[in-house]
């Protein structure tokens, strides 16, 4: 541990630094780190020279008003001002994510059991997932660093919202994939860019990959890993949005799917500072981490009570959340332990089920993630770990279009008919 006036390298603001200009990242101050507190300065750096834990963005907030956020654009850049980017990020052209609906799921809420519901249904993104929030973040910073190339490993979401963000931006993208990895989401980030590279391996194959090429090439930002602090802060946005559209209200309780762990991180973090700048009150709110039996490492480690995350080789059809080694699942335990939540997992089949559950009764066509959150709020439900009297939130974050495999076998046709009236009428439908 070393206090921040220990460490030489910390101070130079980022005026200091050569082509980085005044104001490039807003009312961001430093970057610290999330283990010891050593702040360096802002810049495309993701590990603590001190004790190499993670580097999280901090800022000097200035008095930012209700009033003031209202009056911004309809997308994640009304919240600029909290935000790791420039006040002029709006003139660059980019994907304006964000600002998606919250909807109150009563349907669900009644099948389920659960007094007030809301679904906040990030598949109405750009490109069908929560990953342009954050996206669109690295970008910024990227931009701020004069990066030639545009990068990232990905489960796939992450890929089309790179590729996409990229080819909006004019900036060239390379991104990484599991060669395993749904179709759709392969296409999805194909139309868009030249160079989608498939590796054969795993996630934690492909992310130690791209750490390599990030050590030897100039100029690349992988979004996830050496613009990762500034990436991250993207998620905040969704913990900011489900405050605003409750009336500026935090809920009692959310669920979050958990892969990397570093959204949940977010969202939990956005509901501070938003108590911190007087914008809600405050109150406890109980975090839920959602992952796939196939791939539980924060869940296994939650139940087990230990506070190590042992890394596993995913195996399950949720491939969004498919990080078997996951870098902020110890924050994740964390947060979860310390505000009365919980992690939980559920199999495979309970993922379809979670799928048509949200479909059925909500009109909402989740991707394989989304049937996870709402399969495990299910089971939260019904072993109890989560009141149903109490106001609560669960956040799909992607497109059911995107994993159309996962539950083409279960749906279809309920008959196959002739274009006759009596046919139709032998099948009982009317
Ligand atoms: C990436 C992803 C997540 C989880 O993201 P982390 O921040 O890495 O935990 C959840 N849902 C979907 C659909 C994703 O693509
Ligand atoms: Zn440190």
């Known amino acids: 541990m070393s206090t921040v ?11 200091d630094q050569p082509g980085i200009r005044e104001g490039a990242f807003g009312n961001a101050r430093s970057l ?17 020279p001190e004790c190499f834990g993670p580097l999280e963005v901090s800022y000097d907030f200035p008095v930012v008003t209700r009033e003031e956020i209202e009056a911004g654009p309809r997308n994640i850049w009304r919240y600029k001002a909290l935000l790791p980017v420039p006040d002029d990020i709006e003139q660059s052209p980019n994907m304006e994510p964000g600002f998606t609906r919250l909807l109150q799921a009563r349907n669900l809420g009644r099948e389920l059991g659960l007094e007030k519901l809301w679904v906040k249904d990030d598949s109405t993104n750009p490109t069908n997932s929560f990953k342009d929030r954050v996206v669109a973040c690295a970008l910024s910073a990227a931009t701020e660093f004069h990066s030639k190339v545009f990068a990232c490993p990905s489960t796939g979401n992450l890929a089309n919202a790179v590729a996409a963000a990229g080819a909006r931006a004019g900036i060239k993208t390379v991104v990484f994939i599991p060669s395993n990895l749904e179709k759709p989401k392969q296409v ?31 100029g690349w930002a992988f979004v996830n890993v050496n613009v990762r602090p500034f990436y991250a802060e993207g998620s905040k946005t969704l913990g900011y949005e489900i405050a605003e559209q409750l009336g500026w209200r935090l809920p009692d309780q959310v669920v979050i799917p958990v892969a990397s762990g570093s959204q949940l991180t977010k969202v939990h973090k956005a509901f501070g500072e938003l108590v911190r700048l007087g914008l809600v009150e405050d109150k ?24 190590a995350i042992r890394p596993v080789k ?20 964390d947060i979860c332990r310390s505000t009365g939540g919980a992690v939980e997992d559920i199999t495979d089949d ?3 089920e979670g799928i048509l559950l949200l479909a059925r009764h909500e009109g909402i066509f989740t991707e394989t993630a989304g049937g996870t959150t709402v399969g495990v709020l299910k089971k939260l439900v019904e072993t109890g770990q989560l009141d149903p009297t ?4 669960v956040i799909n974050t992607g497109m059911g279009l995107k994993t159309l495999d996962a539950v083409s076998d279960q749906v279809g046709p309920a008959a196959t008919i002739d274009a006759s009236y009596a046919a139709f009428t032998a099948t009982g439908i009317a």
Request: charged content about 20%.
């Open 5 to 15: 006036a220990e460490v030489e390298t910390a101070q130079p603001t980022p005026a």
């Open 32 to 48: 610290a780190c999330r283990e010891c507190g050593n702040e360096v300065e802002l810049g495309p750096h993701y590990a603590c």
């Open 188 to 218: 999805n980030s194909a139309v868009y860019t030249d160079s989608l590279v498939a590796v054969n391996g795993n996630y934690d194959d492909v992310n130690k990959l791209a750490s390599e090429i990030a050590g030897e090439e100039d």
């Open 284 to 307: 406890p709110v109980k975090i839920f981490g959602a992952q796939a039996t196939g791939c539980s490492p924060v869940s296994t480690a939650y139940k087990a009570e230990v506070d």
């Open 314 to 333: 995913p195996d399950t059809i949720a491939k969004s959340l498919a990080i078997g080694n996951p870098a902020d699942g110890i924050y994740v335990l």
């Open 350 to 352: 309970e993922v379809r």
């Open 390 to 393: 109490l106001e609560t939130v």
